[in-house]
């Protein structure tokens, strides 16, 4: 099992940056597909990103493409998303989640842990 817990959140105007973080625990971080997805308040959960157990590969959604970025750093447990070039509709709750396998990436119930969220806002 893998317990999340993200951090990072807060207000930003738009066209500004935040950064979100996601501790992982146990031992077995590595052997985990990481994935970041967010809610919006009346909308349904949405995928934002992903990145293979080492890093080497990541996938993002359209909305998000060449603004967010996500990264992990296995020797500390952690992944990252960064966020660039906000805009109003990023507003939303955003969770990270973890997984076994590289496939079908977007939908969430294939993750099978999830954290409890940091809320995002970005003002206009």
């Known amino acids: 099992q893998v317990q999340l817990v993200e951090s990072g959140g807060g207000l930003v105007q738009a066209g500004g940056s935040l950064r979100l973080s996601c501790a992982a625990s146990g031992r077995t971080f590595s052997s985990y597909v990481m994935g970041w997805f967010r809610q919006a308040p009346g909308k349904e959960r949405e995928f934002v990103a992903a990145i293979s157990w080492s890093g080497g590969s990541t996938f993002y959604a359209d909305s998000v493409k060449g603004r967010f970025t996500i990264s992990r750093d296995n020797a500390k447990n952690m992944v990252y998303l960064q966020m660039n070039s906000l805009k109003p509709e990023d507003t939303a709750v955003y969770h990270c989640?973890?997984?076994?396998?590289?496939?079908?990436?977007?939908?969430?119930?294939?993750?099978?842990?999830w954290g409890q969220g940091t809320q995002v806002t970005v003002s206009s």
């Open positions: 989640a973890a997984r076994g396998r590289w496939v079908r990436l977007a939908q969430s119930n294939e993750y099978d842990y």
